[in-house]
T-cell receptor, first 112, second 117 residues
Framework: QKEVEQNSGPLSVPEGAIASLNCTYS??????FFWYRQYSGKSPELIMF????GDKEDGRFTAQLNKASQYVSLLIRDSQPSDSATYLC????????????FGAGTRLFVKA | GAVVSQHPSRVICKSGTSVKIECRSL??????MFWYRQFPKQSLMLMAT?????????EQGVEKDKFLINHASLTLSTLTVTSAHPEDSSFYIC?????????????FGPGTRLTVL
């Protein structure tokens, strides 16, 4: 089992719709959870982080964390073509000395 | 967010030469930096963890004698690809970690695209 799992996609949504990206992790001791966006040929950019169970909203982005289910998600409201990118889920915890483990990423396409 | 720079952004070199890539944290001190490699359409692969003032910790399968890492200060880490070969052509990305209390955030540099002819 991979430590951080994401559906590779591609996930295709129409412009204006809600894009839902999901991630599961195996280490119950994980404490910090991150979502990065990576455009083709560019390095990852941190867009959201969440530490506590529940929802965290920032503009059009909402991160959701459920530690009991070891599940973290990212919702993108009013999706725009410029949101088309690969979204990386990352998890950080005690295992490995607070090493951040990245998922393989989900490719998102927002169709105009 | 915090700013991490990398230099150069792109390098083309001949097989057998060595290439040095610099990673700097511009507005914060980073005791820990990470070096990743990413091949086209693949995920990030952690190569090594660099701690200021100590030897880097390499991931399994990464040759420490080929990928030399130096973290001489709290704002600078360097990766030297020694005797580069075409199979070393990749996108190399550094990342610096900020620790706030119990939590860590990682910020990435813009990456260095290495092409070995």
């Amino acid at each position: 089992q991979k430590e951080v799992e994401q559906n590779s996609g591609p996930l295709s949504v129409p412009e204006g719709a809600i894009a839902s990206l999901n991630c599961t992790y195996s280490d119950r001791g994980s404490q910090s959870f991150f979502w990065y966006r990576q455009y083709s040929g560019k390095s990852p950019e941190l867009i959201m982080f969440i530490y506590s169970n529940g929802d965290k909203e920032d503009g059009r982005f909402t991160a959701q964390l459920n530690k009991a289910s070891q599940y973290v998600s990212l919702l993108i409201r009013d999706s725009q073509p410029s949101d088309s990118a690969t979204y990386l889920c990352a998890v950080n915890g005690l295992t490995g000395g607070f090493k951040t483990i990245f998922g393989a990423g989900t490719r998102l396409f927002v169709k105009a | 967010g915090a700013v991490v720079s990398q230099h150069p952004s792109r390098v083309i070199c001949k097989s057998g030469t060595s290439v040095k890539i610099e990673c700097r944290s511009l507005d914060f001190q980073a005791t820990t930096m990470f070096w990743y490699r990413q091949f086209p359409k693949q995920s990030l692969m952690l190569m090594a963890t660099s701690n200021e003032g100590s030897k880097a910790t390499y991931e399994q399968g990464v040759e420490k004698d080929k990928f030399l890492i130096n973290h001489a200060s709290l704002t600078l880490s360097t990766l030297t690809v020694t005797s580069a070969h075409p199979e070393d052509s990749s996108f190399y990305i550094c990342s610096a970690r900020i620790t706030t209390g119990l939590y860590n955030e990682q910020f990435f540099g813009p990456g260095t695209r290495l092409t070995v002819l």
